[in-house]
């Protein structure tokens, strides 16, 4: 069975493609047969953070068909056991996926024979990343201390609230529902997320029930990167305990990683930085984490509910 943790964060330069790299270099040294995949697409840089030369064959190739096995893309990287799916050459167009493209993406993906994936997902709330994010219960999600930071992960998980919620419903239904909340709350109340919870109930109970499971079944978690000395560092417990107040679903706390200024040295450098500074505190960090998270069961693709 395949393990995919998709890695999303509202905010850009949050340390998505950091984290990739670096659970993905510690579980391939634990001889674990690991997959990055790059689905920031249309502005992906993965390689670069594992060390692969520009890349000759991306995801792009079998999105156009121009390859049609996902497993021909596959790229390997200096890490033994470690491997790259490349969104390199990808142009913007592509960073609207049409739904067929991304359930043969999807389809595909879940074939794949590795034991841990990770999906390094683009900042933002495009459909893209958030049906990505969602195709696991485990999707894990990053931020840094900033306040700018957490606004973008907690919108970000708002919209994967909004877009769990859209799937119960057909788009007559949906809109329906908007305007029940609406006539009820006022009109900004859309997009608050107890406001429709409400109605649903109210209106919808079985629907209700349904989404109340969903939302019991998911296992997402929360990692603060690039915590300095200053910062506070129960901020992510404090920021879980929120969401579960607002958002009514459950976010675990997986941890910090300390700020680093070998981070920077060893992205110049283009290689690891936890070959090359691995006594420093983040490195630490990043080992503790690996270790929560290949101890918690990943998910298989629930292509289910795209
Ligand atoms: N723990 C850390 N300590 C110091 N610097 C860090 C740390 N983590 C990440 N960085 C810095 O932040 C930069 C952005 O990280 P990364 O590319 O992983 O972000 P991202 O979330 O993938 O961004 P994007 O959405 O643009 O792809 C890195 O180039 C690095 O310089
Ligand atoms: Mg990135």
């Not at 841990?116 to 696991?136: E, P, Q, R």
């Not at 006539?183 to 409400?198: A, H, L, Y």
């Not at 700020?259 to 503790?288: G, K, M, W």
Request: hydrophobic letters at 40%; aromatic letters at 10%.
């Amino acid at each position: 069975m395949v393990h995919i943790w998709p890695i999303g964060g509202g905010k850009g330069g949050s340390g998505k493609s950091f984290l990739a790299s670096s659970l993905g270099r510690l579980l391939a040294g634990l001889g674990k047969k690991t997959l990055l995949i790059d689905l920031d697409l249309g502005a992906a840089n993965l390689h670069t953070l594992v060390d692969v030369p520009y890349p000759e064959k991306c995801l792009s190739d079998f999105i156009r068909n121009e390859i049609t096995l996902l497993e021909n893309i596959v790229l390997e990287t200096p890490v033994p056991n470690l491997f790259l799916i490349s969104g390199a050459q990808d142009n913007l167009d592509i960073a609207n996926l049409p739904y067929d493209k991304k359930i043969k993406t999807l389809k595909a993906i879940s074939k794949l024979k590795y034991e841990y994936i990770f999906l390094d997902l683009g900042a933002g709330t495009s459909f893209n990343t958030l049906d990505f994010f969602l195709t696991s219960r485990n999707g894990i999600f990053i931020t840094t201390p900033e306040p700018t930071s957490i606004e973008n992960v907690y919108r970000l998980m708002r919209a994967i609230y909004f877009r769990r919620i859209r799937h119960y419903f057909t788009a007559t239904a949906f809109r329906a529902l908007e305007e029940k909340v609406r006539r009820k709350f006022g009109d900004n109340s859309f997009n608050k997320p107890e406001c429709i919870i409400s109605v649903v109930k109210k209106y919808h109970s079985e629907k209700y029930l349904q989404l109340e499971n969903d939302f019991n079944s998911f296992k997402f978690k929360l990692i603060i990167n690039q915590l300095r000395k200053q910062d506070n560092i129960a901020l992510g417990s404090q920021i879980c305990k929120i969401i579960e107040k607002h958002l009514g679903f459950h976010v675990d706390f997986s941890g910090n990683i300390a700020y680093d200024e070998h981070v920077h040295d060893a992205i110049c450098q283009r290689v690891s930085f936890l070959d090359r500074y691995p006594h420093t505190l983040a490195a630490n960090d990043l080992r503790e984490l690996s270790k929560r998270i290949s101890n918690s069961a990943g998910e298989q693709l629930m292509l289910h509910y795209l």
